[in-house]
């Protein structure tokens, strides 16, 4: 069975950093992913990386603040995220697939979320 776990979300100031982690059980999946919904809105594509972690990809909202990573050795991913700004304000799910992707139909399974919330 297959399990995406997430934990770091908070409540912070803008411009304030925050970490998200991912942890994986039941197999490893070749792309690891973050996406994040806000109240309204539909749920957005941030990163994605690779199984080697030598690819990644990054919404244009986010290019230069957030980094995504993984230690496949406690499968596990990270978010890391700098200068945040309240339109960041969201829940933000891990997500795994078998292809390399920015499509939210294409990931198999998805942790339960964590709510980041920035302050101005």
């Known amino acids: 069975q297959v399990q995406l776990v997430e934990s770091g979300g908070g409540l912070v100031q803008a411009g304030d950093s925050l970490r998200l982690s991912c942890a994986a059980s039941g197999r490893t999946f070749g792309t690891y992913a973050w996406f994040r919904q806000a109240p309204g809105k539909e749920r957005e594509f941030v990163a994605a990386?690779?199984?080697?972690?030598?690819?990644?990809n990054y919404a244009d909202s986010v290019k230069g603040r957030f980094t995504i990573s993984r230690d496949n050795a406690k499968n596990t991913v990270y978010l890391q995220m700098n200068s945040l700004k309240p339109e960041d304000t969201a829940v933000y799910y891990c997500?795994?697939?078998?292809?390399?992707?920015?499509?939210?139909?294409?990931?198999?399974?998805w942790g339960q979320g964590t709510q980041v919330t920035v302050s101005s």
């Open positions: 997500a795994a697939s078998k292809l390399w992707t920015t499509y939210t139909s294409l990931y198999d399974y």
């Open positions: 990386v690779s199984y080697s972690g030598g690819s990644t």
